[in-house]
Each structure stands twice: as structure tokens, then as C-alpha cells.
Antibody, heavy 125, light 108 residues
């Protein structure tokens, strides 16, 4: 059974960097049939996909246009985990952040499962 | 981006009722549509993938249908544990996944 365990601070000051980590058990961050994603949820924006990292002979990252200039997602194969860094945060970045695996079935079918437990990150001084 | 629109935004129903939630995509997404259930304080949980395939462990009272732009999630007989918020999500455009705004299912 695949499980994702998130960690990271719940309070970040404006203009600073939000950093979260997602530890994977039951699967590999280097899996060729998965991708590792960050998603956030807020009352104003709903569920918003932020980006993913995946390994297909080399590492590929894809980011949402809305955060592309501020986001970095990295994989750490030695710890079997991946991380999110979001720079220059503002109060609008206040949200519950989730990590999630995309699993690829046949015919390009794909879905988010499982999800991490979520981390409420508040951007405030 | 592909916009996903759910209706209704909220719904009141009773235990035993049959309930249908609709999701419409702004362009054709074939069958690349997933449904999730979210309870307060918890992460979304996958119910249906590829429009109509039931995720392992999900009760058979849940079903999904549709293709192209119009999709439905049906709960055949509501149970107390089904009162939650439901989201659709398109997986057609993997460069920009998008979700519906959610349908909150409440007890009448």
C-alpha cells in the first residue's frame, strides 16, 4: 500500500520561501509508472494543481503557469521523497498543500492516488 | 486550461436517496475524468477513474458515466458516510490538471 507523509512548517512570512517534503512508502520516487505532484486547496481557488516531477530515464518537471516563475519540485532518491519550494510567497499562497501520486494505467488513463495528509500553510508576518 | 464545471454546488438529500452530480468540461476530454470524495479535514479520496471505473474498495453504490464533455457521478442509495464534498478532475491535459469547484452533499 502506497502512503505519502508530508512534513514542513505551517507558518511562512511574506516574501519568504515555502518548503514542504513528501516521504513515499510502498513505491519509488523513480518509478516509471508514476509522477509525484503538489496540489493546494483554498476557499478562493479551490483545488489547484501546482506541478509534478517524474522519472523516465531522466527527471522531468511540469509546473502550472500560475506559479511557474516561483516553484521548484525536486526528488531525493536517497530518501525516497520529493519536495516543494515556492518562493516569494504572499498571503494569497495561504492554503492546504497536498502531495499526491499520479498513477498511469493503460491508454494514458491517469489519476491522483494516494494523497498526503495535507499541510495548512499560512503566509503571515 | 480546461475548465471543469460541477452542478449543483450544493445538494441536500436523505439517507436512501439516489443522487446525481454533474460535471461538464469546457472541451472534449474523452473519458479522462476522475471523481473524488473529500470529508472535512481530510485529503480527497479517489472514487472513480476513467469516467466509469470504480476504484478498489469503493462501494458499488457509487457509479460514474459519460464521455466527451458531460459526466455524472451517481450514488444509488445514500449512506450516512456519503455526506461529503465531491470533485471531478480532468486528466486529459496532463500539462495542467484541473478540478471542478466541488459539490457539497448535505443531510436534509
Amino acid at each position: 500500500q502506497v502512503q505519502l507523509q508530508q512534513s514542513g512548517p505551517g507558518l511562512v512570512k511574506p516574501s519568504q520561501t515555502l518548503s514542504l517534503t513528501c516521504a513515499i512508502s510502498g513505491d519509488s520516487v523513480s518509478s516509471n509508472s508514476a509522477a509525484w505532484n503538489w496540489i493546494r486547496q483554498s476557499p478562493s481557488r479551490g483545488l489547484e494543481w501546482l506541478g509534478r516531477t517524474s522519472y523516465r530515464s531522466k527527471w522531468y518537471n511540469v509546473y502550472a503557469v500560475s506559479v511557474k516563475s516561483r516553484i521548484t519540485i525536486n526528488a531525493d532518491t536517497s530518501k525516497n521523497q520529493f519536495s516543494l519550494q515556492l518562493n516569494s510567497v504572499t498571503p494569497e499562497d495561504t492554503a492546504v498543500y497536498y502531495c499526491a501520486r499520479v498513477y498511469y494505467g493503460g491508454n494514458a488513463i491517469n489519476w491522483f492516488d494516494p494523497w498526503g495528509q495535507g499541510t495548512l500553510v499560512t503566509v503571515s508576518s | 486550461d480546461i475548465q471543469m464545471t460541477q452542478s449543483p454546488s450544493s445538494l441536500s438529500a436523505s439517507v436512501g436517496d439516489r443522487v446525481t452530480i454533474t460535471c461538464r468540461a469546457s472541451q472534449s476530454i474523452s473519458s479522462y475524468l476522475n471523481w473524488y470524495q473529500q470529508k472535512p479535514g481530510k485529503a480527497p479520496n479517489l472514487l472513480i477513474y476513467a469516467a466509469s471505473s470504480l476504484q478498489s474498495g469503493v462501494p458499488s453504490r457509487f457509479s460514474g458515466s459519460g464521455s466527451g464533455t458531460d459526466f455524472t457521478l451517481t450514488i444509488s442509495s445514500l449512506q450516512p458516510e456519503d455526506f461529503a464534498t465531491y470533485y471531478c478532475q480532468q486528466s486529459y491535459s496532463t500539462a495542467m490538471y484541473t478540478f471542478g469547484q466541488g459539490t457539497k452533499l448535505e443531510i436534509k
